[in-house]
């Protein structure tokens, strides 16, 4: 069973409540017995492989492949930065 993160709506009290997924029971906070609410959190994503943004369109623009030889002969080029450098003597 899934273990799931609750907050008291009163005394901020953080605990944990083991319970099936596809239930949901009313929770109320160990410490003072106010009603709880399920905490959630963001799930880490990592990408991975080719189709992606970043892989595909990095600083030296998309990769070129026969299927993409149409979508490549109307992207323009990408410019490089111009820097400038100063002389201190």
Do not use: L
């Not at 109320?28 to 994503?45: E, L």
């Amino acid at each position: 069973m899934p273990i799931y993160e609750y907050a008291c709506s009163v005394c901020k009290h953080h605990f944990d409540v083991e319970h099936g997924a596809d239930e949901h029971p009313k929770i109320t906070c160990p410490a003072c017995g106010s009603p709880a609410r399920k905490v959630f959190k963001p799930v880490p994503i990592i990408f991975k492989g080719s189709g992606w943004h970043v892989t595909d369109y990095g600083p030296t623009g998309p990769k070129s492949s026969q299927s993409s030889s149409k979508a490549s002969s109307k992207a323009e080029p990408i410019k490089e930065k111009e820097t400038a450098t100063i002389d201190i003597d």
